[in-house]
Each structure stands twice: as C-alpha cells, then as structure tokens.
C-alpha cells in the first residue's frame, strides 16, 4: 500500500501537470478511469488559482487589460505554487515575475506598480495597531532621540521605484478617466499604510523608502538618517518623519 505522502504528492503533480498521469488507484463509480473529470478538476483548481492572484493586481489588470493579466498569471501559476492553504499570501512573488516576464518589458514601470498592489493588500490585511502622535514623540528629549529605535505599524511599507510609479498607480486605481503620466518626471518613494480603517497610499521624500526599511530593521534614528543619506544625498529627515507621523506609518519609540 503506497503511504499517504506519495499518495498526495502523485495527487497534486497530476493536479498542476496537465502532461502528468492520474494518480494510481483514481477510480469512478463504475470502476472506470475517471479523465475527463479530473480534467475539469484540474482546470478548476488552475483557474482558482490564476483568480486568486489577479485579484490582488487590480491596477495592473487595468493597465495591461484582463486578457495580459491573466495570461502572465497562468505562466506565474505554473511554476509557482502556494505554499499555505490561506491563499490571501499567494502571489508575493507575482511583482518579481513581471519584471522578468519578456512580454511585459515594454512596460518598465510595471513590476513597482505590481508592488504597490501587493503592499496595498498586505496592508489590508495587517494588525492594527495606535499610531504615535506628534505630541508623544515631543516629550522625548532630541539628544536621546537619535539613539532610540521607532516601533512600526504592522501595515506599514515602502518602495522606492525609478519610474513614476506611485503616480501612475494613483491614477490608475482611482481616477474614472487615466491620467497621463510623464514617464521623464522621475522615480518616486511610495508609503503604504492601513492606520485606521482603510489603506492610504503616499508619495514619500526622496530617500524615505531607504530610511522607512532601515527603521524595520532596527536601525537607531541617527543610524537610518545617515544611511538614507549615504544612498540618497537629498534625504531630508525632517519631512520624512513628518511623512511617517502623518500617516500613522509609527506606533512607538524605544
């Protein structure tokens, strides 16, 4: 009797590999070998899965057209399977894809704003947690500010894009008619967070993506500042904090 184990992995190859045979012992009621319904099984299961990560990527289904989308995300799908049954975390790796799948180079900026989708949708679904109020980080003295480390809210991201990324996103999500945007104008740094009951997106200083990712890595203030600086020369702390706060991107200070 073959173990449960190679039971199942012969059941899902066959599921995900339309060139694969059924899985020994697959029988119908009458005994016979049952093809043309695992067939439509496993186009069921295939679709599922294509639905369940362009869901994430509105923006990009709008810019590309449901037709592309989908078509990418069969490819993404093929290759590249979920790895929990909570399919609300499959599809992390769809921007990484795009940047490399051939047929979508003519769109250079299009991988950023797959990540924008994405970080919009992990925001979503983050914990909730208090922003830090201006007033709170006030009573902190300045000369023990820059030795302490900020706390940030589960829902808080950022992405630092050499295209206008945030802007053509924007417009694309929200605007009934698609604006035009200048491709010339610029890389743009993206904040993303869900500090009440919805997500905000926002345009960061230059800089502030860097400096948002070395505070998540427990980076002190003075230390993110200098490396943000480093990699940015216009880095500017004061508006990037101010950014931060705003948006309720905070919850903390250690």
Known sequence: MPRLHDTQSHFATAVHDPESALPPGLLGRAGEVPTARFGVYRNNVGSSLVDAVAANYPTIQRLVGTEFLRAMVQVYVRDTLPETPVLIHYGATFPGFVAAFEPAQR?????????????????????????????????????????????????????????????????????????????????????????????????????????LHALAGQATLSDAARQSAELTPAFDLTRTLQALLASGAITGIR
Not at 119 to 135: D, F, M, R, S, T
Not at 153 to 159: C, E, F, M, T, V
């Open 107 to 211: 769109l250079p900026y299009l991988a950023d704003v797959a990540r924008i989708d994405w970080a919009w949708h992990q925001a979503y679904h983050a914990a909730e947690a208090n922003p830090l109020g201006p007033e709170q980080l006030a009573t902190i003295p300045a000369d023990e500010l820059a030795g302490r480390r900020m706390l940030l809210h589960p829902s808080a991201g950022a992405l630092s894009s050499p295209w206008p990324a945030l802007s053509i996103w924007h417009t694309n999500r929200h605007d009934a008619t698609v604006k035009p945007v200048d491709l010339r104008s610029g890389g743009q740094d993206t904040l993303i967070c869900r500090p009440a009951h919805e997500v905000g997106v926002w345009h960061l200083p230059a800089g502030g993506a860097g400096f």
